[in-house]
């Protein structure tokens, strides 16, 4: 099946820093991923939609300047966290779609658990 | 606007018993049903699909869904509970009408916690 891989799985930054999770699918091409943020015992919460050569759309509430996206390639989109503090600590989950609208399937990253101290 | 509802915070069961975890949906047309796997600390495992056919599809590791068109709903169920299956499960649905928002974005629920006790 498709896989989609994450990196780091794992990262502990101090406040004020900024952090780059990278999205990969590996095995497909993926002209749109998703980025994800879940908090302990909660839901998935759509952050944006990253269309590779295009700017990312986001939801409501979610700050672009803040979330960096960008879908340089087919198979990579990479979610910078800039001047990153303790409430962005999260675990944070890509997926790429696989297919065409609206009947793609979407197959997700292992995800990234960021800690700020 | 989609929605999914997951009525259960928890379900326990006892290993060996048939589980149901239970999912209804909403949608302005037609639904592409998902149902996912969640263990600790890692991203989310496909399990099953439904887009259109036989209401009943099977899935991964023994797994299967009902989906009921006049109750919208879509059950995930499994004949014999194991240990193992012991996670969270997602379900999600994307309306295939075009709302206009453009993506036919991927709507979950919050999530079931299933506990199979030995």
């Known amino acids: 099946g498709a896989v989609v891989s994450q990196h780091p799985s794992r990262v502990i930054c101090k406040s004020g820093t900024s952090v780059k999770i990278e999205c990969r699918s590996l095995?497909?091409?993926?002209?749109?991923m998703f980025w994800y943020r879940q908090f302990p015992k909660k839901s998935l919460m759509l952050m944006a939609t990253?269309?590779?050569?295009?700017?990312?759309?986001?939801e409501q509430g979610v700050e672009k300047d803040k979330f960096l996206i960008n879908h340089a390639s087919l198979t990579l989109s990479t979610l910078t966290v800039t001047s990153a503090h303790p409430e962005d600590s999260s675990f944070y989950i890509c997926?790429?779609?696989?297919?065409?609208?609206?009947?793609?399937?979407?197959?997700f990253g292992p995800g990234t658990r960021l800690t700020v101290l | 606007a989609q929605s999914v509802a997951q009525p259960e915070d928890q379900v326990n069961v006892a290993e060996g018993n048939p589980l149901t975890v239970k999912c209804t949906y909403s949608?302005?047309?037609?639904?592409?049903l998902f149902w996912y796997v969640q263990y600790p600390n890692r991203g989310l495992q496909f399990l099953l699909k439904?887009?259109?056919?036989?209401?009943l599809v099977k899935g991964s590791y023994g797994f299967e869904a009902e989906f009921n068109k006049s109750q919208t709903s879509f059950h995930l169920k499994k004949p014999s509970a194991l240990v193992s299956d012991s996670a969270l499960y997602f379900c999600?649905?994307?309306?295939?009408?075009?709302?206009?928002?453009?993506?036919?974005?991927?709507?979950f629920g919050k999530g079931t916690k299933l506990s199979v006790i030995p």
């Open positions: 439904y887009i259109t056919g036989d209401n």
């Open positions: 095995d497909f091409q993926a002209t749109t």
């Open positions: 997926s790429a779609a696989l297919g065409a609208s609206p009947n793609y399937e979407q197959f």
């Open positions: 990253s269309n590779e050569g295009s700017k990312a759309t986001y």
């Open positions: 999600a649905v994307r309306d295939l009408q075009d709302s206009g928002a453009g993506s036919y974005q991927l709507t």
């Open positions: 949608v302005s047309g037609n639904p592409y």
